[in-house]
T-cell receptor, first 111, second 113 residues
Framework: QKEVEQNSGPLSVPEGAIASLNCTYSDRGSQSFFWYRQYSGKSPELIMSIYSNGDKEDGRFTAQLNKASQYVSLLIRDSQPSDSATYLCAVNGNNFNKFYFGSGTKLNVKP | SAVISQKPSRDICQRGTSLTIQCQVDSQVTMMFWYRQQPGQSLTLIATANQGSEATYESGFVIDKFPISRPNLTFSTLTVSNMSPEDSSIYLC??????????FGPGTRLTVT
């Protein structure tokens, strides 16, 4: 079992819709959770971090964490074509020097 | 967030040679990481390089092949030794602070012929 699992996609949504990206993790002791966006040919950039159960909103982005279900999600409201990228879920394991990345979900936002 | 630079940005190397990649950060950071990313794949952690201690390598990566230096809190190097075509990849350094948010350098694209 992989430490972090994501649906590889591609996930296609029309412009203006809500994109929902999901991630599950296996280490129940994980403390920190992150979403990164990676455009083709570029390095990952941090979008959101979340550390406690519930929702965290930042502009059009909302991260949701459910530690009991070992589940993290990212909602992108009013999706734009510029949001088209691969989204990586990352988890900081019980050992704080350990980071695990999912394989990424490719998002296509169609004009 | 930290500003991170990597040198070189890309290189084409011959089989059997070595390449040293530099990672420079504009502020002092405790944790630095080296990743490899094959085209279309996710990130694979090579090693964690914290200043003042030996680098910690992940399974499948060894110090003889990927020696790492971390002489201070703003700089690290990764050497890819005795290269083969299978080492062709993008190599990324990243840094993290007390929040464990990681910030990545622009990457080094390595092609081994």
């Amino acid at each position: 079992q992989k430490e972090v699992e994501q649906n590889s996609g591609p996930l296609s949504v029309p412009e203006g819709a809500i994109a929902s990206l999901n991630c599950t993790y296996s280490d129940r002791g994980s403390q920190s959770f992150f979403w990164y966006r990676q455009y083709s040919g570029k390095s990952p950039e941090l979008i959101m971090s979340i550390y406690s159960n519930g929702d965290k909103e930042d502009g059009r982005f909302t991260a949701q964490l459910n530690k009991a279900s070992q589940y993290v999600s990212l909602l992108i409201r009013d999706s734009q074509p510029s949001d088209s990228a691969t989204y990586l879920c990352a988890v900081n394991g019980n050992n704080f020097n350990k980071f695990y990345f999912g394989s990424g979900t490719k998002l296509n936002v169609k004009p | 967030s930290a500003v991170i630079s990597q040198k070189p940005s890309r290189d084409i190397c011959q089989r059997g040679t070595s390449l040293t990649i530099q990672c420079q950060v504009d502020s002092q950071v405790t944790m630095m990481f080296w990743y490899r990313q094959q085209p279309g794949q996710s990130l694979t952690l090579i090693a964690t390089a914290n200043q003042g201690s030996e680098a910690t390598y992940e399974s499948g990566f060894v110090i003889d092949k990927f020696p790492i230096s971390r002489p201070n809190l703003t700089f690290s190097t990764l050497t890819v030794s005795n290269m083969s075509p299978e080492d062709s990849s993008i190599y990324l350094c990243s840094v993290a602070g007390t929040t464990y948010e990681q910030y990545f350098g622009p990457g080094t694209r390595l092609t081994v012929t």
